[in-house]
């Protein structure tokens, strides 16, 4: 898999792919994202900042994620074990359904760690939705230690960290 940079014409498939994994969860009874959340605004700032990555395979988007560089006061407050003047927040991790299952989110996973250890920033935070038994596996395989729950719109969500 190749990893890049979304660009402002990478726009109208990475919404066709937040679309397509919102349905997927909603057969699954996962009621996590929906047409307020992640919006087409939201890909589009995380685009214009400059923090949304793109995995392709075979030419078509098969990944996107956001990592947000910030500071440690500007996330969720939780139980951190970790503290860190500088933090990467990962935002939206979504894999296309024609290639789930595929270890796609793995190597995901893989590239982000490896560009956040690259940049020298000892921390990785994220929330992921307490009723998403797919997403809580693959942090916690990675190492990912629970440090507290919040509430947002959509129902609990557990707060991750990982220190690399």
């Given at each position: 898999?190749?990893?890049?940079?979304?660009?402002?014409?990478?726009?109208?498939?990475?919404?066709?792919?937040?679309?397509?994994?919102?349905?997927?969860?909603?057969?699954?009874?996962?009621?996590?994202?929906?047409?307020?959340?992640?919006?087409?605004?939201?890909?589009?700032?995380?685009?214009?900042?400059?923090i949304l990555v793109i995995?392709?395979?075979?030419?078509?988007?098969?990944?996107?994620f956001s990592p947000e560089?910030?500071?440690?006061?500007?996330?969720?407050?939780?139980?951190?074990?970790?503290?860190?003047?500088?933090?990467?927040?990962?935002?939206?991790?979504?894999?296309?359904?024609?290639?789930?299952?595929?270890?796609?989110?793995?190597?995901?996973?893989?590239?982000?760690?490896?560009?956040?250890?690259?940049?020298?920033?000892?921390?990785?935070?994220?929330?992921?939705?307490?009723?998403?038994?797919?997403?809580?596996?693959?942090?916690?395989?990675?190492?990912?230690?629970?440090?507290?729950?919040?509430?947002?719109?959509?129902?609990?969500?557990?707060?991750?960290?990982?220190?690399?």
């Amino acid at each position: 898999m190749e990893f890049s940079h979304a660009r402002r014409n990478d726009l109208p498939e990475l919404v066709e792919l937040f679309c397509a994994a919102t349905r997927k969860m909603d057969e699954q009874n996962i009621s996590q994202w929906d047409e307020i959340y992640p919006s087409q605004q939201i890909i589009a700032r995380d685009i214009e900042l400059d923090i949304l990555v793109i995995g392709r395979m075979d030419g078509r988007i098969a990944a996107a994620f956001s990592p947000e560089e910030c500071g440690e006061s500007d996330y969720e407050p939780a139980n951190w074990r970790y503290p860190a003047e500088r933090i990467i927040v990962l935002h939206r991790l979504c894999v296309h359904p024609a290639f789930q299952g595929k270890g796609v989110a793995r190597q995901s996973m893989d590239y982000l760690e490896q560009c956040v250890r690259e940049r020298g920033i000892p921390v990785i935070r994220l929330d992921a939705f307490s009723q998403n038994p797919v997403a809580l596996r693959l942090y916690e395989s990675r190492g990912y230690q629970k440090a507290g729950e919040v509430l947002y719109r959509k129902g609990l969500f557990y707060l991750y960290e990982k220190q690399l």
